[in-house]
């Protein structure tokens, strides 16, 4: 596989906060940021200093969470975030998710294609199913099945690209001399109708800079590797180690190709959280401070770590604060259920306390790094020259504090490194993520 | 019936120009403002200035008319082009149509909602049902009958306003030190579930300033007068005449009444367009130079023109440079058909040209001054002191200069009389409509 030269940052924007459930808790944090777009704005500005590629904002249409102890996952409206911070950037990408099951495709072209316009050209979609069940019953619905999921994914997709493109790209004419506001006869109407979505068009708005939204996918399985391959030009991956990283983008790109692509224009971005120290011990403190917001978790957790590792754990029977005890220790080994068992053995055989391990990230839903700006930057440039991935999708712990760590430490070794550009290649996020130019839907072309 | 002391006045903004379709031709406009929310925030900003109680936004999703010589009718997006205006003002309120007929209540309920919050309590939603045909298409759907589309209008503003309650007032408890988000015991699901729309909840939104939106309701007949006595606090019209808008607003409040509501809780604003000028001659030459873009319309205008005054006219048999010959004047008479004939066959007897009588507007969709800015104030003061409306949806012909000669020269007239207020009376939409706080679904409260 031919490896890239430089790797690509996108940010992940957690609503508000950072991707820590108490990091609204820190000192130095707008505890109401999730209502104020200022929070999202200022974030942006950071990783626009720092070139990341694009801002991501992940969504359901659903209150999944207890707010009791934690924050919100999703914002309050994707879209409204993105353009208060489309109104304040100039280059940064602009990505949010929407629903592919709860959304009609007219809306959903009409407000990404009108975005996308307004920030000239920096838009994409991460293009979802929605298979939480709070969201369906939010629409009067019951959980679809997988199937029925991702056809209407297909569906959805082919109808927004075909609404993108339904105006030729030089139709409008803005002639106010002539008096000729836009060519009528190079506006036209779709018509395409499916088994669940249909619509006729055309979408009442010219193409943007980069002609239309990128399409981006996350989700796993078949299906997800499918909708990949045809649309996608760029995908948000959860892969807990290299080597499940680089199979997963092997998938990726071999389903590019087997639809007729080019594998080079489909983008892995592994999802990945950190915290930054002066030292690995100060980064380490920084997470037990998190971690010591919610003291009422640490049973569960000491205990789903033991599952990891073979054993029966409780706060109960080990004193988390020691080492775990020689005879455990013995018996330990890494479930192969779980990929990030691994890593969880490695830092108790290495005599770290049960709760440092714990604060090491080692149960998290992303691979986490502790440690200093340099561990960071070596974490991230050992996946990326290993071939795991394109580029990270990258999850502070507390969200601007997190984010000007990243931006003011990381940043500049990986561009020393040679391992990340210096400036944006182009205005547009297809330029800067260095994928073709599409209008219309791939399909009809 | 209690007269008001003061009018209101919202500001119909219309996809970037100006009410009159050959707006986006006149020198000083930026042609491309259609996709250009600047010229949103600017118009919002001096309207702001002059204490307009608000901007409005109309939409249908579709793009229902010819962009050969106009320009589209409605934004690229209403909530994208609100929220670009929200995070640039601060008291002005901001309303949108978005239809009931092809959104899904929840994300209705949501990006509205997010939007209160987001401008502390400033939003209004004018909640209309779509009987477009193109509309119904991109929606793969049939037109639906009348009573169809109103029925899933009330299900649609009912599940709506229960989500926007379903945080009670105080649920959002931002306790850091205590490590309470939020108390899920006061954010509740709402279980509705209707014929056409169902939805579960809660939204993930607390309470806004002004608790949550207001609702608007434009469109007629004993179907909307129901839906606006029912749910509204505003209501946009667009009567031609004091009689029928004194009719129209009366039948307003004694649906409010009917309905078990104080008739002074719904607010009338009926549209109205103007050109200023220094003198009446300045003022119908504005009007006459944005007919000229267009001469292709002319004979079809004279031929309307002469239906309203039961003449055959033509640009064949009448110069349309000099007044209406005697011989046909002595025939003209008010066609009883349109409210809008006696107000032509005065001009006609007056002695204008036909030509003048067109660029007076006698055949617009809403009354026109073409005038200096004490005629427009004499007009505005005249409908409201005869009881005929609360207030005014005010389109200009031009967009920015039609809002700035209004704003510098009218508005400090009506001021001077009494008749407009001189500051906001609060923060929220709801304080300066003068209407009440509401929270969650009246039916439910």
Known sequence: MAKQKEMQLALQMVSGYGGEFSAWRMTGTDPAAYTNMDSYVERAKLAEKGKFQMIFIADTPALPNDLGAQTPM???????????????????????????????????????????????????????????PSAASNFGAQPLSRKERYAMAHESIQIVQ???GSWEEDAWTLDTKGGKFADMAKIQPINLKGQYYASSGPLPIPPSEQGQPVIFQAGGGYEGLELAGRYASGVYANPYDIASAREHRQALRESAVRFGRNPDDIKMYAGFMFSIGATEEEGLERRRKLMSFNPEEIPSRVSYLGTMVGLRLSVHTVDIDQPLPDDLLERA?????????????????????????????????????????????????????????????????????????????????????GLFHKEYEGKTLRENMGVPYQYGSAETK
Chains 1, 2 share one sequence.
């Open 162 to 164: 075909a609404l993108w």
């Open 74 to 132: 999703f914002p309050m409206d994707p879209m409204l975030a993105l353009l208060s911070v489309a109104r304040e950037t100039e280059k940064i990408g602009l990505v949010a998710t929407l629903s592919t099951t709860f959304n009609y495709p007219y809306n959903l072209a009409r407000q990404f294609k009108a975005l996308d316009v307004i920030s000239h050209g920096r838009v994409g979609w991460n293009a979802v199913t929605t298979s939480d």
């Open 333 to 417: 080994y890494a479930s192969p259920q779980d990929p990030r068992s691994p890593r969880a053995l490695e830092l108790l055989k290495k005599g770290l306390s049960i709760r440092d391990v714990l604060a090491h990230g080692v149960i998290n839903y992303h691979p986490v790094v502790a440690g200093t700006a340099v561990q960071v930057a070596d974490f991230l440039e050992e996946w990326f020259l290993a071939g795991a991935t394109d580029g990270f999708s990258v999850v502070p712990d507390i969200a601007y504090d997190g984010v000007a760590d990243f931006v003011e430490q990381v940043v500049p070794i990986l561009q020393e490194r």
